[in-house]
């Protein structure tokens, strides 16, 4: 009897970490293996948050974007945008909202396949875009607050001088 439980323990866990493999996991097939990753440099606020930002290509064509910061250590979420223009570009456009990060986890996972004017977004098309990606503090009173920032695609070797103030103008 002893042997029928002990097999039985044995078969429920083999079955529970198997399916914990990330073989099964649709992120981890459905990539195609190029990505590209960003350090988010510091803002302009006195947090110190820094991070990175990874674009991983996906076999239909989308852009899994991948967003971790240290610990804001605050609540709610930071909003995330999609500029165009290097960060020293006063008003720029926002092209893009991703998924905020959580203030707890420091975490943002977004899929990208559209821009706010619904052009197509591919993993080529971020290579050759002309953008930044800022994090900014909220959507209210601090919106002016970027958290952690970084030039992106065509602008990834431009050094940053300043960290300009975005467009209150939400995309359309």
Known sequence: MKTIIVSGLVLITSCF???CDS?????????T???VTYNLIPGNSQFGVSGTIDFKERTDQSILVEIEVNSTGSGGEHPVHLHLGTLDVADAEIVALLTPVNAATGISTTRLTLLADQTQF????LLNFNGSIKVHMDDG?????????TNI?????????DIAVCSSKEPS
């Open 17 to 19: 970490f198997y399916s």
């Open 122 to 125: 591919s993993y080529q098309d």
């Open 23 to 31: 073989a099964g996991d649709p992120q981890a097939t459905d990539l």
């Open 33 to 35: 293996g190029r990505q």
């Open 153 to 161: 695609g065509i602008n990834a070797s431009i050094d940053v001088n």
């Open 141 to 149: 009173p601090n919106r002016d607050v970027v958290l952690a920032a």
